[in-house]
């Protein structure tokens, strides 16, 4: 059986399935009914690397980065394709589960607005920080000037590896704008279109023409256009993420408004139409003006307790992460991140969130360490998964989800090697980086005063993992359990079943291995799932499921081209054990 198979039985089957989405990391299921999914045994499942009931029937898998291929596996398993509609009830208990985590159903809806406004580009970030990283280096090298200067002219060839970094990033509030209306429920287009008008060549231009003038807003200088009598401030809106959010935040209710009021008939014309009709002017002349000044604000008051005392910054930022990510706090600070750069040049966040990561990533080293001591098989194959998301992809919801926030004790020691990190960063002096980056062991290069930041995450890493390793991050009883699991899983490896089979398993085995087309037909034969037995066969036509089925079969599915499953019942093990005897005979003769 394969991964995708067992997750979705695990959870209850596809009927218990409402909807499936996800994360960079999670599968995230929203279920008929959670009560009866047995977590240990989802965390058991080959590539899990854990668990996580939430509230309101909601279920998360931890994939790490496997979790777009098993999001996709899972939506092409056949079983999958013709789901059972949800009844009113259900539709409605769903709904009003709303996915909720605490006792704020706002807070909430906004932490999630935020991470799914941001999830589907993580990958495109994630690339794009690389080439930074790669220009950096180069610079560091002295191979190419200051490449993020824009008075420093590059040559020609490496102007163009410059822009491949700049495609994401300058366009980064069209991305935003489509994930964030698409997740309030208005067309993701439109949004996408209403942030364009402020990114236009033209609109830009605006501000260079003879009738633009200065003025002070808000305490910043800025320049406006009269359009039809009223002031036009003009922006550059590359990189800005909180003005598509405001943007996207009103779309949304207008949208239903407009749903609601106009005839179904009517509504794939105007409902979009009246929309941008309503959206854009109000975009440009008063929610992109905001959203730049509210990010700003949020800069500068960041800026300014940087500016009043680096040690005190530098500490807390990385002793405040590990309790934003898991609420998706983090992600207004990411925002904070681009408009340093945007506006400053450089950003004075990433290398203390970096002490935080590593002081993360070395936690579960830590674990790692231990479970490969104590024989762990599971936490061993969940940790190095997380490990490797975390150190090479600088991600570390796998660590968190998966690890240390099923285990009380890994905090304390994981907060001990955020604080010495943070030390090393605030009495060693300013660590910036021209560009945004995922701190990983790959992008260290990018940051301006690389043996400082080094040292730093590297205590932190260090820190936290020999905290775990010698005060351990388990109960008593906890050790004593993965001890006990590590023995069992050696003598059952070690130890052959045995499967008895009978009289009346040998001659059903018979009957089936006809009417799949005979012994030549048959590649292999294995039990799965307790209760059926997988088959391979050379050719489709051969199999006859009527005479399957009259010979004793509750039931038989062709899975995929080649591969049939046998409903058998409890026992499977015997009738394919059967089968496989069958087919050996009559190869040996």
Known sequence: MSTAEEIVEAVGGPDNIVSLTHCATRLRFQLADASGVDTPKVESIKGVMGAVPQAGDRYQVIMGGAVQNTYQAINDLPSMQNKRQLSDAEVKAAARSGGVRGRFAWIDSFFEF???????????????????????????????????????????????VNLLWQSVFVFLPLMVAYNASKKVGADPWVGFAIMALVMLPG??????????????????????????????????????VFPPLLMAALLGPLYKLLKKIIPDNLQLIFVPFLAMLIMLPLTA??????????????????????????????????????????????WPLNAVMLLNI??????????????????????????????????????????????????????????????????????PRMLLGCLVGGLILGFGGSVTTQAFVFTSL?????????????????????????????????????????RRQGLEDEVEAAEPRVIVVGDVESNQAKQWVAALGGEDNIVGVEPIAETRVRVEVRDDALVDADA??????????QVSPGVWHLVAGLEAGQYAEGMRRRLSSVAAT
Request: a neutral charge; glycine letters at 12%.
């Open 342 to 411: 945007q506006t400053l040049g450089f950003d004075f966040i990433q290398g203390p969130m970096g002490a935080w990561n590593f002081a993360c990533f070395g936690a579960t080293a830590g674990v790692l360490y231990l479970a490969w001591r104590d024989r762990d098989v599971q936490m061993r194959q969940t940790a190095t998964g997380a490990l490797a998301a975390g150190l090479l992809g600088g991600i570390s919801e796998p660590s968190l989800y998966g690890i240390h926030l099923r285990y009380k004790k890994i905090y």
């Open 285 to 330: 002349f008063l929610i992109g003006p905001i959203g730049v000044f509210i990010g700003a604000w949020v800069a500068g008051g960041l800026g300014a307790i940087n500016g009043f005392n680096p040690l005190i910054f530098a500490i807390i930022i990385p002793l405040a992460y590990p309790f934003m990510v898991p609420l998706g706090l983090h």
């Open 442 to 482: 790959l992008t260290i290069p990018a940051f301006s005063n690389i043996p400082l930041y080094a040292l730093a995450i590297g205590a932190a890493f260090l820190t936290s993992m020999l905290m775990v390793i010698i005060f351990d991050y388990r109960t008593p009883e906890q050790k004593a359990a993965a």
């Open 548 to 557: 399957l089925r009259r010979a004793g079969l509750s039931g038989a599915v």
């Open 203 to 240: 609109f830009t231009s605006l501000g260079s023409s003879e009738a633009a003038y200065s003025a002070t807003v808000a305490g910043s200088d800025v320049t406006l256009i009269d359009v039809f009598g009223i002031p036009l401030t003009i922006f550059s809106y590359n990189s800005q």
């Open 114 to 160: 935020l991470s799914d406004s941001f999830r589907p580009i993580l990958g495109a970030l994630l690339g794009a920080s690389l080439f930074i990283t790669f220009m950096s280096l180069m610079s560091t090298l002295g191979v190419i000037g200051n490449w993020a200067d824009p008075r420093v002219e590059l040559p020609p060839s490496w102007q163009f």
